[in-house]
């Protein structure tokens, strides 16, 4: 089995900053494209940030320039670091990652992690 699970999340006031993590750990052979997805109350989940195997990332229009994106392939973790935040971004963050869990399989498999929330609020 993969798990991911993220950590990081809180409470921030407008302006600060916060460092969600993401580990996957289980049966994994290789993780292409890691990233980072939010949920507000009463909305859709939205992309935040990607990024592959190799480094390169996209960011949503909301959050280039204020988040970023990067990852330890070592230690198939995925971090977004969330700057200048806003009471916009309050939501709940979830990671995904794209891997394959064996040698032998072509199969990409995509999980998600449980979400943490992320609060901004003076």
């Known amino acids: 089995q993969v798990q991911l699970v993220e950590s990081g999340g809180g409470l921030a006031q407008p302006g600060g900053s916060l460092r969600l993590s993401c580990a996957a750990s289980g049966s994994i052979f290789s993780i292409n494209t890691m990233g980072w997805f939010r949920q507000a109350p009463g909305k859709q989940r939205e992309l935040v940030a990607t990024i592959t195997s190799g480094g390169s990332t996209n960011y949503a229009d909301s959050v280039g320039g204020r988040f970023t994106i990067s990852r330890d392939n070592a230690k198939n973790t995925v971090y977004l670091q969330m700057n200048s935040l806003k009471p916009e971004d309050t939501a709940v963050y979830y990671c995904?990652?794209?891997?394959?869990?064996?040698?032998?399989?072509?199969?990409?498999?995509?999980?998600w992690g449980q979400g943490t929330q992320v609060t901004v609020s003076s």
């Open positions: 995904n990652a794209d891997l394959r869990r064996s040698s032998y399989s072509g199969v990409v498999y995509h999980y």
